[in-house]
């Protein structure tokens, strides 16, 4: 593996008075801002997290959310090689944090604090940045591009927050090998769901098609229902590791897990014609009861 050597980070433990301790602070403070604006359902599930494992996985996801605003919410008068200019620098910035362990950039700096604390490398985060950069130049995936996109935009993901559950455990390198698996089918699933329930937005306003072989514009019940019997596997594959997770994360990851389970059941209840033209949600209410039917069974 080529993860980075876990070091010592001053927000995870008691740390020394000084200056950098504020800025530290800052940084994670403004990385929790990034989850609170753009993510209501990681908002909901993420509070569930113990410390110091809730401040990590939040520093992880809000890099993530940047870099996918940089790539699909660009400047009005903004090129393609403009986006992909500004995605370089935010890269190179991370590149350099991890080494420093510090940045100009506080969400950046947030996220190369963890990510030294909890043995995050580059063989994570380089295919993370290989995905972004795919979606400036390319429309529309075969299966190889597929499976590779999905790695880097998402089952990667989920194996960075694995790290950040394991890195306070005991023997973390052999639980993570164990259940590095689950999170990846976690993350793919996850990133699968959304790609059906955006599929209007992504074909009609960023002009993408994600589904090998599959036309945005003419799916129908048959393909919907292939679609999710691949996402339910993977939702089933994950679920099967989650009382394997510390207790610190366990509860999360169910909840997250249960979201994401309803979301699917939602979409293959709606008729294909309606999936192409509007995004498919679980209201409020019906997330705060996904969320107490999951606490329920607490630590199982």
């Not at 080494?99 to 580059?122: K, Y």
């Not at 960023?206 to 003419?218: H, I, K, M, Q, T």
Request: hydrophobic fraction near 45%; aromatic fraction near 6%; charged fraction near 25%.
């Amino acid at each position: 593996m080529s993860a980075v050597e876990p070091r010592p980070a001053p927000g995870d433990e008691p740390a020394p008075d000084g200056p950098h301790h504020l800025y530290d602070q800052v940084a994670e403070a403004s990385a929790a801002l990034v989850i609170e604006h753009y993510s209501s359902s990681f908002g909901l599930a993420s509070r569930l997290l113990a410390e110091p494992v809730r401040t990590r996985v939040r520093n992880v996801y809000a890099l993530v959310r940047v870099a996918d605003e940089v790539v699909d919410a660009p400047r009005p008068d903004a090129t393609r090689a403009q986006q992909a200019h500004v995605l370089d620098e935010l890269e190179a910035e991370v590149r350099v944090a991890l080494v420093r362990g510090h940045s100009s950039n506080l969400v950046v700096h947030a996220f190369a604090r963890t990510a030294r604390r909890c043995g995050i490398g580059h063989d994570l985060i380089d295919p993370f940045f290989a995905s972004m950069r795919t979606d400036l130049f390319r429309t529309v995936h075969d299966q190889d591009s597929f499976e590779r996109y999905v790695y880097g935009s998402a089952e990667v993901i989920g194996l960075m927050c694995l790290r950040a559950f394991l890195a306070d455990e005991p023997g973390p390198e052999a639980a993570y090998d164990a259940l590095a698996g689950g999170a990846q089918r976690l993350g793919a699933a996850f990133q699968k769901v959304n790609f059906l329930r955006d599929l209007a937005t992504d074909e009609g306003l960023l002009g993408r098609s994600y589904f090998p072989g599959v036309d945005p514009a003419r799916l129908d019940d048959a393909t919907r229902d292939r679609l999710l019997d691949g996402i339910d596997a993977d939702l089933a594959a994950a679920a099967a590791v989650i009382p394997a997770l510390p207790a610190s994360s366990r509860r999360a990851v169910r909840v997250a897990h249960g979201l994401f389970a309803e979301l699917s059941t939602r979409l293959r209840r709606t008729p294909a014609a309606e999936i192409r033209q509007r995004r498919v949600r679980v209201p409020g209410p019906a997330k705060a009861r996904i969320a107490a039917r999951c606490l329920l069974r607490g630590g199982r």
